[in-house]
């Protein structure tokens, strides 16, 4: 930057000598030589340009870059709780668009700012060195152009928030509408949503163009300014020449330091909208990384060293945020290698429950004590290692078999990879599809169907082997022939295994050694199957409903 800044206040710097002596004296070999150190001046500030934007876009990129891999990491490890509060729209449109335009005030306006303010900083040393009264005229001038800019600058910051927190809605109506795609089609809603998205193009257009009318402003602001500092120069360095005080040299020398001077100036006032842009998207950014997780372990964690024995439930209650109580007081015991399961209607809280086992969320009252700990001393790496989970929507990456099973252990073998698909039951359909374990399903398993993802789930909790089970809806969403044979995949890896089942179908939990009946976020009835239905409650009447009766 700063030879830049030095060869571009050279050209100006040589003037006085080209006009005062070469061209009265008509000497043509100095010319020529003149002409020579212009051209080297030219060749060293374009290596140096060169140079400096190279570095310093590397720096720049290399900044974003960290603070995308610290954005990523704070994402990744928030809490669920983070993810219910944000749209994944608006998430999305931070890491993309806000960090877009943070790169290029990082990149851009930064690098930008340290070469234009070297390069007036020279052209000034040089308008002073020639005539000291005239530069600090200029000088004077030239900043006054920064009142404008600073009063448009706040009111760019305002219409840049805005418009990052709509293009956040606008991402994550897009993202709803790809993902309920069918359901678009199936209800022949594809005009009505074109026209809402007409309307939303429309709504972030004003502020849109509002910023570019801000933008707009600063040219010809920038540019009336230089005007009257370079009539005022001229009209007064004319004078001083016509009365004898200034040679012609430098005159044209001021004058063309004055001239180049303008051209960073005016840079400088466009880096100032660009700056306030990454000033806004940075601040969104920082908002999240400064956002500390509410699940963390303790100063002193206690890592697990064996399978856990017991899981404790005393009087424990949640609520999501300031809503309803969602777990009342609930009290329970599960012990090493029983299956236990809990039913009740849609909204009691079964879900919940499973959740705060792996920690998830932390209880509002009460405590989960794990072989008598409570489950917030213990290092969260060590406890969800003892955990396998399998959901109704189990989500699968956009990778082949072979990945998405070997995420339950990535130090697995291929030999106990193939295994673990051979227990689910998926084995068979790998091998014919076109590239058997290296066959990629798509975003979100779409190119396979409900009850392959599940076996995939299935291998993928095999894989891991954890002692403790989590089976969240595993079967509720498939047909019956389906259920069969996930049925059959779970048996095989409830086998030895302390496992806790949610489910409405009740034929699935039988056999469970304890049944647990909730219903508005408390425990009614609990015991085996065939206990319950001979109390003849909550149980036996979703029973009978269940049966046809």
């Not at 060195?129 to 001038?141: M, P, S, T, W």
């Amino acid at each position: 930057m700063l030879v830049a800044a030095a060869s571009t206040a050279a050209f100006p710097y040589f003037l006085k000598p080209a006009f005062d002596f070469i061209f009265q004296n008509h000497d043509k070999v100095d010319l020529i030589f003149f002409g020579i150190c212009i051209f080297v001046s030219f060749i060293v500030k374009g290596m140096a340009s060169y140079g400096e934007s190279f570095i310093m876009t590397y720096i720049g990129q290399k900044i974003v870059f960290d603070i995308q891999e610290r954005l990523f990491e704070r994402l990744v490890k928030a809490d669920l709780s983070f993810f219910n509060d944000h749209h994944s729209g608006d998430l999305l449109s931070r890491f993309s668009n806000d960090v877009a335009l943070m790169r290029n005030a990082v990149s851009t306006t930064i690098s930008g700012l340290g070469k234009e303010l070297m390069t007036f900083i020279f052209l000034v040393g040089l308008m002073v060195y020639r005539d000291a009264v005239l530069a600090i005229f200029a000088c004077v001038l030239f900043p006054s152009a920064l009142i404008p800019i600073i009063l448009l600058g706040r009111k760019m910051k305002k219409i840049v928030s805005y418009t990052q927190s709509s293009l956040g809605s606008f991402s994550s109506y897009l993202t709803q509408i790809f993902q309920g795609i069918r359901i678009v089609k199936a209800y022949n809603s594809e005009e009505m949503e074109v026209n809402r998205m007409r309307q939303k193009i429309a709504d972030l257009l004003i502020p849109i163009m509002k910023s570019t009318k801000i933008k707009a402003l600063l040219h010809p602001i920038s540019e009336c300014i230089a005007g009257i500092a370079i009539i005022s120069v001229l009209i007064y360095g004319g004078m001083q020449v016509m009365d004898g005080y200034k040679t012609i040299g430098d005159l044209i020398s001021f004058l063309g330091a004055l001239l180049i001077s303008y051209e960073p100036v005016r840079r400088l006032t466009q880096l100032s909208a660009n700056a306030q842009e990454g000033l806004v998207a940075a601040s969104r950014i920082f908002d999240i990384i400064d956002t500390e997780p509410a699940i963390r372990n303790s100063s002193t964690p206690i890592r697990i060293a064996d399978q856990i024995n017991i899981i404790k439930f005393e009087g424990v209650s949640f609520r999501y945020g300031s809503s309803r109580t969602i777990l009342d007081d609930i009290s329970f015991e599960i012990k090493k290698g029983q299956t236990v399961a809990f039913v009740g209607r849609s909204g009691s809280g079964k879900s919940t429950l499973l959740n705060l086992i792996p920690r998830f969320h932390d209880t509002i009252s009460g405590k989960i004590l794990v072989d008598g700990t409570d489950i917030r001393d213990l290092d969260l790496i060590s406890l969800r290692h003892q955990i396998a989970l399998v959901t109704q929507e189990n989500i699968l990456f956009d990778a082949s078999f072979y990945d998405n099973i070997a995420y339950g252990n990535r130090e697995a073998s291929n030999t106990e990879i193939i295994a673990a698909a051979k227990s689910a039951l998926a084995d068979d359909f790998i091998r014919k599809s076109e590239d058997g374990y290296q066959t990629l399903v798509g975003e979100c398993g779409i190119r396979i169907s409900g009850g392959q993802r599940q076996r995939i789930a299935i291998a993928r909790a095999m894989l891991k082997n954890a002692p403790i089970l989590l089976l969240d809806e595993a079967t509720s969403s498939l047909d019956v022939d389906s259920e069969k044979s996930v049925q059959s995949a779970l048996d095989t890896l409830m086998k030895n295994r302390t496992t806790i089942i949610v489910t409405h179908r009740l034929s699935s939990i039988v056999n469970a050694d304890l049944i647990y009946v909730l219903e508005e976020g408390s425990i009614k009835e609990s015991g085996t199957h065939h206990q319950l239905i001979s109390l003849g409650g909550i149980y036996s009447a979703l029973w009978q409903t269940q049966n046809g009766h």
